[in-house]
């Protein structure tokens, strides 16, 4: 089956550390996103990525970083420079930069220890 | 800038109610608007989407209009589910530099009971 898989499920962070959340597809999409959802809020765009080795700043991306090494990986790295990490973060894809409608994978939640 | 809003929850109904979940938007430009749905502990998955004026999207027995006029994108069932209880965000894509950017509003809880 096509689809984008997220791992871990949950993930526990300690202070000062860094932690890395993985996203996956194989639906042959361009563009990769990823976004944070608080509770009772909306999506907010953290990072995205039309091509392999290519990445833009989203609306809240200080804190965290990315890369895009190959089409169907596009892990984030929740940095210690993030002081409010906890959060359900979801990424998505679409098939190219001009396509609109994005498919979202199940999701990480993020916790603090 | 671009914005989305859209009522507020918890909404509850009783099974076989029938469902509007109201959402206007602010733009520029002809935005496509999108319905996604999460259910508990889940991801998005598109529900529906029109991509110009006057389009009627559906899916599963939802359906929305795109009213330019109002700027709307009401989201209306018939008759609910109880399976149909989720999260319900409505979004809209506009051209932000060469990508298209989704803009979400902030959800909305629904709940059926049977």
């Known amino acids: 089956d096509g689809g984008i898989t997220q791992s871990p499920k949950y993930l526990f962070r300690k202070e000062g550390q860094n932690v890395t959340l993985s996203c996956e597809q194989n639906l042959n999409h361009d563009a990769m996103y990823w976004y944070r959802q608080d509770p009772g809020q909306g999506l907010r765009l953290i990072y995205y990525s039309q091509i392999v080795n290519d990445f833009q700043k989203g609306d809240i991306a200080e804190g965290y970083s990315v890369s895009r090494e190959k089409k169907e990986s596009f892990p984030l790295t929740v940095t210690s420079a993030q002081k409010n990490p906890t959060a359900f973060y979801l990424c998505a894809s679409s098939i190219g930069s001009n396509q609109e409608t994005q498919y979202f994978g199940p999701g990480t939640r993020l916790l603090v220890l | ?114």
């Open chain 2, 1 to 114: 800038g671009n914005s989305v809003t859209q009522m507020e929850g918890p909404v509850t109904l009783s099974e076989e109610a029938f469902l509007t979940i109201n959402c206007t938007y602010t733009a520029t430009g002809y935005p496509s608007l999108f319905w996604y749905v999460q259910y508990p502990g889940e991801g998005l998955q598109l529900l529906l989407k029109a991509t110009k004026a006057d389009d009627k999207g559906s899916n599963k027995g939802f359906e929305a209009t795109y009213r330019k006029e109002t700027t709307s994108f009401h989201l209306e069932k018939g008759s609910v589910q109880v399976s149909d209880s989720a999260v319900y965000f409505c979004a809209l894509s506009a051209v932000g530099g060469s990508n298209y950017k989704l803009t979400f509003g902030k959800g909305t809880l629904l709940t059926v009971n049977p």
